[in-house]
């Protein structure tokens, strides 16, 4: 198997009206790279994004792990596509599915984890991201699926109603406050 069959699988499927899979992914990488280029005219930038910005990227993977992570975070969904009854498209379980997809691609395990790990930062709570921290994550995986998180929410506000609707402010808080956490973690003195 190569890339341009995966490629073409994540084409196919429709991550949202009007966007594939592989769009999306692409999407969520352009606004990482705006993010960490200070190209920001449309993002709501957290606190601590600015305050540790610095500290931040310089403990990132290399530029080509980062952009095989986005690209590919959902490239399992066509594999796990269900439609509801009421004509809802769903993709249970769709991280660890698209690392597993990824993997018969491509043996890079820091990748495949990435993409295993993609909405743990959307969805863990407190506790669940402590736990994250201190037994799992390196600080590269920590900051990278961080400001992932953050490029993809504002990727996925294009789509809907902007950065000011009720659905971007409730999941960017939530990764606001994740940021707070794992910021504080790793630069703050313990």
């Known amino acids: 198997m190569n890339f341009d069959t995966l ?17 999306h992914g692409q999407s969520v990488r352009e606004h990482f790279l705006d993010l960490i280029e200070d190209r920001l005219d449309v993002f709501r930038i ?10 931040i990227t310089s403990n990132f993977y290399s530029k080509d792990v980062v952009e095989q992570y986005l690209v590919f975070h959902d490239c399992g969904k066509p594999n796990c596509k269900t439609i509801d009854n009421e004509g809802k498209t769903h993709f249970p379980n769709h991280a660890e599915v698209s690392k597993e997809t990824y993997l018969k ?14 909405m743990v930062v959307h969805t863990a709570t407190s506790e669940e991201i402590k736990r994250y921290l201190e037994n799992v994550w390196t600080k590269q995986d920590a900051l990278t699926l961080l400001v992932a998180a953050l490029a993809e929410v ?6 809907f109603d ?9 999941k960017w808080k939530k990764i606001d406050k994740r ?9 703050e003195e313990k």
């Open 7 to 23: 490629t073409k699988s994540m084409l196919t499927c429709e991550q949202t009206k009007g966007q594939s899979v592989f769009q």
């Open 46 to 55: 957290p606190e601590w994004f600015t305050k540790y910005k610095e500290k």
């Open 154 to 159: 504002h990727s996925n506000a294009k789509l």
């Open 105 to 118: 691609y491509d043996g890079n395990v820091t990748v495949a984890n990435l993409i295993g790990w993609d």
């Open 179 to 187: 940021g707070n956490q794992i910021c504080k973690h790793f630069f």
């Open 162 to 170: 902007g950065i000011e609707s009720v659905s971007f402010k409730s």
